[in-house]
């Protein structure tokens, strides 16, 4: 929208010449409005709408006059916006906030839709995205009592003095973008009740008056950062639409998070930091906030993929994405809350290994096997994953697996098999030798990871560096055949040959299929030299990109994590 139409539309939202002073103590809107939906009593919206509303009046901590908080998921989230004028003092902004929050509900009492707008500031209360977009379907008209004899000189004037204050509005600090201004008329163009009046225009722009204000203001805002901030970035308007429901406000992940305070720190990898989210959402999903570093260089790539990929995915074996932030130079991921750690610290550590039964083995092995086989053919868009190891399997409190950290994974279209890479990512030891030596991405790259990963569980001396010993006997009582059973069919995806692997359809019809005979394995891709580590965790160090295509005999020396972009 061009700034002449969009400062057009503010003309009807701005206060008129002179603002009358309030009659009465009694706080109320100028205007108000009620949407069609509603919400029945008692209902898990009407709690989400409290606690919104709880947040708005208790406050204390935002100091320049632009409230946003949310609650919820679905079909019974809410999202306010409360703003106060540019030039209200604080103390009277906090207290026009607070007497809003418990006009609202009285105003509509059970609309799931509210827009109140009162003398210092103005609140809206949706269960549709609001943040950021420019709605303009409402307007009211505020007339002085004056008249104008020179309409198209008032109107050049006028139109010129808005553009002036756009423009000085925009250039404002992060926090409030604000400017007032006036211009005199040349020739008289007010009939004046008074000779001594001095005819002019004053004109007082809330830039944040209404939804349409704050969304030009944000916009402008987020421009400016992207153009100084490397790591900010930009969505298109599909991918918009898509993440507007996702979106969780800077104030309410601090909140639940401590200001993100060591207390409620999960755990920390090569791009940030995971905290526990204090709360949970109106169905009782417990949540997990990725607090991505800030001076990472590939951080703004791995957001943004991890985003719009984990958005349309839906899978029992795929860690769920419910929200996001990107505010105030801060990237942040919300995961719904994992109880168990990640399969590494299983299967690494000697002491937890001999906790685990082959039947939750094999429950892992099945589980991540389903999800790969979504990524590859049942999801809408055919992803590759590219960095599938046991550090990034998630397990819930039941064992059951959750792939997790979609940064690197590359999306295909569905009729398409293979693609070539600038750069190598992944972790060496899991990466297929066509990618390691040719940059060959496909489906089988993700297979070759996945028969790596099976001997990693199954086969306890793939990381101690001695074959011979085949079975891992903390594993083996009883079930020795499924054992090999499955070692049979790692060795069956890490086979040299990419035309030789297996797909995803056919090893979930070998793993939920005993009487299916297997195929005897070729020359695996690598084979294994003994590596000095304690005990035997993979080791990760960076690196931007693959220096030699030469084969390599190692597993699980080096991982590159500098990602592609889509």
Same mark, same amino acid.
């Given at each position: 929208m061009e700034s002449s139409n969009i400062f057009h539309l503010l003309l009807y939202f701005v206060l008129a010449l002179r603002i009358p002073e309030l009659t009465s103590a009694q706080f109320t809107f100028r205007h108000g409005w009620c949407g069609d939906a509603t919400y029945a009593p008692n209902s898990t919206y009407q709690s989400n709408l409290r606690a919104v509303l709880n947040s708005l009046a208790t406050d204390t901590r935002i100091t320049y006059g632009f409230y946003n908080f949310t609650a919820g998921q679905g079909p019974d989230r809410v999202n306010?916006?409360?703003?106060?004028?540019?030039?209200?003092p604080l103390g009277t902004c906090r207290v026009c906030v607070r007497d809003s929050a418990s006009l609202i509900p009285q105003t509509c009492p059970n609309q799931k839709e509210a827009f109140g707008y009162s003398q210092n500031c103005k609140i809206f209360i949706s269960n549709r995205a609001i943040y950021g977009i420019v709605q303009n379907e409402r307007q009211w008209y505020l007339t002085t009592s004056e008249n104008v004899t020179g309409v198209i000189?008032?109107?050049?004037?006028?139109?010129?003095?808005m553009s002036s204050l756009q423009n000085r509005a925009a250039s404002g600090n992060s926090e409030l973008k604000y400017a007032t201004g006036g211009a005199s008329l040349t020739g008289g163009g007010v009939k004046r009740r008074k000779k001594s009046l001095n005819p002019s225009v004053i004109a007082v722009p809330i830039v944040v008056a209404t939804t349409m204000i704050i969304a030009v203001v944000l916009c402008i805002t987020l421009r400016k950062k992207k153009l100084r901030k490397a790591w900010m970035l930009k969505f298109n308007k599909d991918e918009i639409e898509t993440l507007q429901s996702l979106q969780f406000s800077l104030g309410t992940i601090k909140h639940a998070t401590g200001d993100f305070s060591e207390v409620n720190k999960l755990g920390e990898g090569g791009f940030g930091v995971v905290y526990k989210f204090q709360g949970v959402f109106s169905n009782g999903q417990e949540l997990a906030v990725k607090r991505l570093t800030k001076n990472s260089a590939h951080g703004d790539l791995q957001f943004k993929n991890e985003i719009l990929?984990?958005?349309? +995915?839906?899978?029992?074996?795929?860690?769920?994405?419910?929200?996001?932030?990107?505010?105030?130079e801060e990237m942040l991921l919300i995961y719904e809350f994992i109880a168990n750690r990640s399969l590494d610290y299983f299967i690494f550590d000697p002491v937890q290994r001999e906790?685990?039964?082959?039947?939750?083995?094999?429950?892992?092995?099945?589980?991540?096997?389903?999800?790969?086989?979504?990524?590859?053919?049942?999801?809408?868009?055919?992803?590759?994953?590219?960095?599938?190891?046991?550090?990034?399997?998630?397990?819930?409190?039941?064992?059951?697996?959750k792939i997790a950290d979609f940064g690197m994974a590359r999306l295909f279209n569905i009729d398409q098999s293979q693609t070539l890479a600038s750069r190598i990512v992944g972790t060496y030891g899991y990466m297929s030798p066509e990618y390691v030596l040719h940059g060959q991405v496909s489906m089988k790259s993700d297979v070759f990871s996945f028969g790596v990963l099976i001997l990693e569980i199954a086969w306890k001396n793939w990381v101690d560096g001695t074959p011979w010993n085949v079975v891992d006997t903390t594993l083996s009582a009883g079930f020795s055949t499924d054992i090999l059973r499955c070692i049979?069919?790692?060795? +069956?995806?890490?086979?040299?040959?990419?035309?030789?692997?297996?797909?995803?359809?056919?090893?979930?019809?070998?793993?939920?299929?005993?009487?299916?005979?297997?195929?005897?394995?070729?020359?695996?891709?690598?084979?294994?030299?003994?590596?000095?580590?304690?005990?035997?965790?993979?080791?990760?160090?960076?690196?931007?990109?693959?220096?030699?295509?030469?084969?390599r005999n190692s597993v699980n020396e080096v991982t590159i994590t500098e990602p592609y972009p889509r």
């Open positions: 306010s916006l409360v703003v106060c004028r540019g030039d209200v000189g008032f109107n050049q004037t006028l139109y010129s003095l990929i984990l958005a349309k +995915l839906q899978h029992k074996n795929l860690v769920r994405l419910l929200g996001f932030c990107l505010q105030e906790t685990m039964r082959w039947e939750t083995c094999y429950k892992i092995i099945y589980g991540i096997a389903r999800g790969l086989l979504y990524l590859h053919e049942e999801s809408r868009t055919r992803i590759i994953y590219r960095d599938l190891k046991a550090g990034n399997v998630l397990l819930d409190e039941e064992f059951n697996p049979h069919i790692g060795l +069956l995806c890490v086979q040299e040959n990419l035309v030789d692997r297996p797909t995803m359809s056919s090893i979930d019809l070998m793993l939920s299929r005993q009487s299916l005979s297997l195929q005897r394995p070729l020359q695996p891709a690598f084979f294994i030299e003994s590596i000095s580590q304690s005990n035997g965790r993979p080791q990760e160090n960076t690196t931007t990109e693959s220096s030699s295509r030469t084969r």
